[in-house]
């Protein structure tokens, strides 16, 4: 074993989401999805709610301090901030957030061009933070105009069928990149997996395994604050090196 992974191959970030007025006059961050990984939130303080669609249809679901809640691939979500809110944020398969597994819910013109999609997603390389934030909301602000289509779309022909429209144009997006993730996925989450399906097989056995290669590790965020889709994240370092089978 070299530097274990976190429980359960999942990555953790610390959330201030945004508390930008929208122009349904709800204040928060940019409605998405993802289309391998499920996501989960831990409320830290302050209130809000998480907006959701998906096969049951679209719900809101309050935020207030202790509330967890956790949401499956697909999943059409945004953060809605009412008063300060934090979030621990758990994700799924660590290493393929950070590659790419999200989609934003742009308009359909932008989701159909692939060139356009990247454009509008991306923020540009500066430290400069007015900047980072013009373009961070200025993304937002698109997802959100085409959130307001998809919710159109849901009421006048179902969630259903507006969501297999929604997920076929994610998935042609991530295609190109699904090479690498399964490549990170297999050397990390997939090989974690294994170690442990070859560890109950040892005890099994009465052999201790993996036991005489005890380790700990220790992280600390990484200084400063990222703009991501739905607010300020603190992130902590992903472990580089995945524990060997």
């Known amino acids: 074993m070299t530097v274990p992974l976190f429980p359960g191959g999942v990555a953790a970030s610390r959330l201030r989401v945004y508390d930008w007025p929208g122009a349904d006059g ?5 409605p998405h999805l993802h289309t391998a990984s499920s996501e989960g939130y831990i409320v830290l303080s302050g209130s809000g709610e998480v907006h959701t669609l998906s096969s049951e249809g679209f719900a809101v ?3 207030a301090d202790g509330a967890m809640v956790w949401f499956s691939p697909g999943t059409v979500h945004r953060l809605v901030n009412h008063d300060r809110l934090e ?12 590659a790419g597994d999200a989609v934003l819910t742009f308009p359909t013109g932008i989701l159909d061009d692939d060139a356009a999609y990247r454009a509008a997603a991306a923020l540009p390389d500066t430290a400069d933070d007015a900047a ?3 373009a961070a909301l200025a993304r937002r602000d698109l997802a959100l105009a085409g959130y307001a289509e998809l919710l159109a779309a849901a009421e006048s022909e179902g969630p259903t069928a507006a969501l297999a ?3 076929i144009r994610a998935a042609r997006l991530v295609r190109p990149r699904v090479a690498e993730w399964t490549a990170r996925w297999d050397a990390s989450v997939a ?10 097989a040892a005890l099994a056995a009465t052999d201790a395994g ?3 290669d005890a380790r700990t590790a220790r992280a600390e965020t990484e200084p400063g604050e990222r703009f991501g889709m739905c607010g300020r994240l603190r992130v902590w370092p992903r472990a580089e090196t995945p524990s060997a089978p």
């Open 210 to 212: 993996i036991l005489s």
């Open 132 to 134: 980072l934030a013009s």
């Open 191 to 200: 090989r974690e997996t294994e170690r442990t399906r070859g560890q109950l």
């Open 87 to 98: 979030l621990l944020v758990i994700m799924q398969n660590a290493g393929l957030p950070e």
């Open 26 to 30: 709800l204040t928060g961050g940019s």
């Open 165 to 167: 429209a929604l997920h």
């Open 61 to 63: 679901t309050p935020l």
